[in-house]
Nanobody, 116 residues
């Protein structure tokens, strides 16, 4: 049974930082491309950042470039999202996603709230 468990969300002031983690189990982690998505209230889920299975290539939404960094540790079956210079518009539920060919899996999400 595949499980993706996100952690690290919370309440932070504008300009602050958070580091999200997603621990994967039940799959061959090193085969899967990993991504972080987010969904704000009343909005569609959007791709935030992605990283290839080997970690050699990353991709970011324009809105987070230069502020967020995605990374992975294949030995620990974990993907991270370092979020700096957070803005109120970054407030959303953040979801971890694993993808390999037609197989895709989602975590349950972790809430990030940026507010003073």
């Amino acid at each position: 049974q595949v499980q993706l468990v996100e952690s690290g969300g919370g309440l932070v002031q504008p300009g602050g930082s958070l580091r999200l983690s997603c621990a994967a189990s039940g799959l061959t982690f090193s085969r899967h491309a990993m991504s972080w998505y987010r969904q704000a209230p009343g909005k569609e889920r959007e791709l935030v950042a992605s990283i290839t299975s080997g970690g050699d290539n990353t991709n970011y939404a324009d809105s987070v470039k230069g502020r967020f960094t995605i990374s992975r540790d294949n030995a620990q079956n974990t993907v991270y999202l370092q979020m700096n210079s957070l803005k109120p518009e970054d407030t959303a539920v953040y979801y971890c996603n694993a993808k390999w060919y037609l197989y895709t899996y989602w975590g349950q999400g972790t809430q990030v709230t940026v507010s003073s």
